[in-house]
């Protein structure tokens, strides 16, 4: 089958039986890749479905082989893998990950890296998203890299199941159904990836206390365009750095909380209020201008306001679920944008 044909938004169960054909194939998808094997009897298959412009899921089982990323594009996608079968590992950056059944792996699809599967045949749901989908700054995600997410995490198990449930083709003629299920994806992501991040230090019940009371404080003046990290640290008398430690201890930042929250605001009025302007809707969300909102959504969703409130209105009727949240709208869950720094550490305004 020609490459321009694996292109398509949906591959199904395309097979091949040469380590080169199987080169070509993930080379194409995904970015070069050189793979060998010495397994006799080599073959692989791929299922691939196009979710959204910011997500793609892919079905892969493949022979034993070695496989590694070769330089040459600029790709800055995120790379999840769930193991549904068989057990391989992952090295990048120095670190090693040893996967099984049930593990779930994240590694960054720019930086060099190796697989190593040299005996029984796997079985992988692998996911290829825009970084911005888990709402965590490169930091954290960087630091979540090639660390196994055992099914014992709070939240794995849903990531696994949403991320099955997506070997579907539903997608192709629903832009905003597609939008609004690469959110939940990256709610739910960002959920799991702060538990993982977190789970293992004790929790400070002092500490936890002065981070509900900033983020309520962030909720009370997400309208305000100027909002600082300075201001809400002296807010409650303390300094910007704490306030950038508190959140820190929930894998979050001020301006990723910040900008779920205006987002989660935005939808809201659009829903609520359709006569409302654009410009109206930006300026009660906190955005200085309405070109700066209109980036900002479209990062998010896929969309711009317009037509995702258009499409949003037709399909409501046909299923509540569709829209901002489809499985609960959450800032704490971690759904949302990446976190931006900017001058005076500016909360978060704009695209």
Known sequence: MSPQRLHDAHVANVTVTDIGSWQDIVSWHFHPIRCRTEAPGFSASISRYRISPSLTISRLRVGPHHAERVSGT?????????????????????????????????????????????????????????????????????????????????????????????????????????ASMTSAVGQVLGSVARSALTHERPADPVRAEKLNLLRASLRERLSDTQLTVEDLAAQHFISARYVHALFADDADTPAAYLRRIRMEHACRLLL??????????????????????????????????????????????????AGCAPVGLSAEAGWGLQAGHRSRRRAGTGG
């Open 74 to 178: 600029q790709v800055d996608d995120v790379l999840m893998a769930v193991t549904l079968d068989g057990a391989w590992s992952l090295h990048q950056h120095g670190r090693t990950a040893s996967l099984g059944p049930g593990s779930i792996v994240l590694w960054n699809a720019r930086v060099p890296y190796s697989i190593e599967a040299p005996s029984a045949p796997q079985d992988l749901l692998l996911a290829q998203l825009a970084r911005p989908i888990a709402g965590l700054g490169d930091g954290f995600l960087d630091h979540l890299m090639v660390t196994p997410i055992g099914a014992d995490a709070p939240g794995q198990p849903s990531l696994q199941a949403m991320l099955l449930s997506l070997q579907t083709d539903q997608f192709l003629d629903d832009p905003i159904a597609g």
């Open 272 to 321: 609520e209020r359709p006569g409302m302007t654009i410009q109206s809707v930006a300026r009660q969300s906190g955005y200085s201008d309405a070109p700066s909102f209109i980036r900002a959504f479209t990062r998010t969703f896929g969309i711009s306001p317009t037509r995702w409130t258009r499409v949003r209105s037709e399909v409501r009727h046909h299923d509540d679920a």
